[in-house]
């Protein structure tokens, strides 16, 4: 069965720091595919960055990157240069090779000013 | 296309009636999810779709909840004799299957309120 945990309910980080947020996964399929989508407090769901389990090189979109280790099966969520619009929720989810597509418990992020 | 849109957004019913909850999905996306997501959890996986195939439901829910797509497109999701317990956040999504980044997209999602 395939299941996705996220040990950090909340953080705190100093804005202008970089954070990071932990994702580990388990799941037999061999082919798979990583994704972390951030919750604001107005409740839309926004998809942030993808990491197929082929992909040679980490994904990075802007100021996100996706530390992946595929032998360690995690999927780490770094942020650099955090900025106050950053708080919010932050859901790692897998894909798995039948398309079906689970989430974590999620990790609440506040940014200090 | 205007996105994954979901209908009604707020729905306040008593305990025992039946809902049913609208999604339409991106037009081209032949796949549709439906989670449920409570106060500061992670949505909650219930059931998707192929085009008009339900491929899997959750074995967390229990027959009250039923969910169709009947030609492809829209789907529905009714939960029959709500109890308080069912209050939640009830959010759709759609990708493409065969995407290079098969994201989900989602709606803003329904809110239910068993009183």
């Known amino acids: 069965a395939q299941k996705i945990t996220q040990t950090q309910p909340g953080m705190f980080v100093q804005e202008k720091e970089a954070v990071t947020l932990d994702c580990t996964y388990d799941t037999s399929d061999p082919s798979y595919g990583l994704f972390w989508y951030k919750q604001p407090s107005s409740g839309e769901m926004i998809f942030l960055i993808y990491?197929?389990?082929?992909?040679?090189q980490n994904a990075t979109e802007g100021r996100y990157s996706l530390n992946f280790q595929k032998a360690r099966k995690s999927a780490n969520l770094v942020i650099s240069a955090s900025q106050l619009g950053d708080s919010a929720m932050y859901f790692c989810?897998?894909?798995?090779?039948?398309?079906?597509?689970?989430f974590g418990k999620g990790t609440r992020l506040h940014i200090l000013p | 296309d205007t996105g994954v849109s979901q209908n009604p957004r707020h729905k306040i019913t008593k305990r025992g009636q039946n809902v049913t909850f609208r999604c339409d999905p991106i037009s081209e996306h032949n796949r549709l999810y439906w989670y449920r997501q409570t106060l500061g959890q992670g949505p909650e996986f219930l059931t998707y779709?192929?085009?008009?195939?339900?491929?899997?439901k959750s074995r967390l829910l229990s027959d009250r909840f039923s969910a169709e797509r009947p030609k492809g497109s829209f789907s529905t999701l009714e939960i029959q004799r709500t109890e308080q317990g069912d209050s939640a956040m009830y959010l759709c999504a759609s990708s493409q299957q065969d995407s290079p980044i098969p994201e989900a997209f989602f709606g803003q999602g329904t809110r239910l309120t068993v009183v």
């Open positions: 989810a897998m894909r798995g090779e039948d398309d079906k597509i689970i």
């Open positions: 779709f192929q085009n008009e195939a339900q491929l899997e």
């Open positions: 990491q197929g389990s082929y992909d040679q």
